[in-house]
């Protein structure tokens, strides 16, 4: 028995067939539309044998669910946390007992940094985060732009747009380094990971197309990279990454870079463009903003590099 004659909490691994029952605690602190969507992500539609738990820990009392914690892993070794959840009087070291095992779980299966992006951060949820390690990264504006702000013809700027493909990859590669250079959006993520790494996290969000990755160039030289996303189900195009080398920038060309994605996404027949952006990215929102673009969310991001050594 624990102090005070109470039973002690276990911590450990979901069994698929508690899996919708630990879902829904780990997945409490969300609006009941956000906590559905998430619930169908990690179950998806086949029996409850089939369905993967690994990613899911628990904490028991007695046999009684008391705590659970969820978190998805990502390609380019990302995984998105969210912060414990537990039943009413559950003690606060449960919650901080339930993140040191997913933590110590994602770094088992590779995963080098473990991030949480939250609409709000209740002072219990902050604390738990920072107690474990994560600390504040940036505040994420969510930009949307309509289609009315889309140019009618396509920009007759000096810049030329190159379409990606697999043979060009290392090229790419270094170019997206070299665009990392004295950024200002999301700056202490330089050297945290690989750019291949990176490189798969970009591929890997909504539906992926070599000509929607293009190289961004001027007098025959690459001097940026434009990589934009489908996501057929929501009826957006996706601006995933947009950087510029250093010697280009303060041209004006970064606004001329954006119109061609509003262009290429009228072509699609999409009637909106989506990004994120770093709200202490001062320059950028302005450009954005100028562009058409408004903002519809933030978030929070909280950061856990979980793999020694990852910042080169």
């Known amino acids: ?37 998430q619930m169908r992500l990690f179950l998806g539609d086949g029996p409850s044998e089939t369905r993967s738990t690994a990613r899911l820990w628990e904490a028991r009392r007695a046999g009684a669910l008391v705590g659970a914690v969820a978190a998805q892993v990502q390609p380019g070794r990302t995984a998105t946390v969210w912060p414990p959840q537990a039943v009413p009087q559950e003690s606060p070291a449960t919650a901080r007992q339930l993140l040191a095992a997913a933590c110590e779980g994602l770094a088992l299966q590779g995963v080098c940094l473990a991030h949480a992006i939250l609409e709000k951060v209740p002072r219990a949820d902050n604390a738990i985060l920072r107690d474990a390690g994560f600390q504040p990264l940036a ?88 990589l934009l996303a489908d996501h057929p189900q929501e009826e957006n195009f996706e601006l995933v990454y947009m950087g510029l080398v250093p010697s280009a920038r303060g041209n004006g060309w970064g606004r001329e870079v954006i119109r061609h994605a509003q262009w290429l996404t009228r072509q699609a027949g999409r009637p909106r463009l989506v990004l994120a952006v770093d709200a202490a990215n001062h320059p950028a929102v302005a450009m954005y903003t100028c562009a058409g673009f408004r903002a519809w969310g933030r978030r929070r991001v909280y950061l856990k590099v979980l793999a020694e050594g990852s910042r080169q």
């Open 1 to 37: 028995m624990a102090a005070g004659g109470e039973d002690p909490v276990s911590i450990g691994p979901v069994s698929p067939e508690a899996a919708d029952e630990v879902l829904r605690l780990a997945f409490s602190g969300l609006s009941a539309r956000s906590a559905e969507e």
């Open 139 to 226: 505040t994420l504006l969510y930009l949307v732009c309509p289609e009315s702000e889309f140019p009618s013809d396509p920009p007759s700027g000096p810049l030329e747009l190159e379409p990606f493909a697999a043979a060009k990859w290392d090229r790419l590669a270094r170019l997206v380094e070299a665009t990392y250079e004295e950024t200002l959006d999301c700056p202490f993520l330089n050297g945290l990971r690989s750019i291949e790494d990176i490189l798969a996290g970009y591929r890997a969000t909504g539906e992926f197309a070599p000509e929607r990755w293009l190289f961004v160039r001027h007098q025959e030289r690459d001097i940026g990279c434009l």
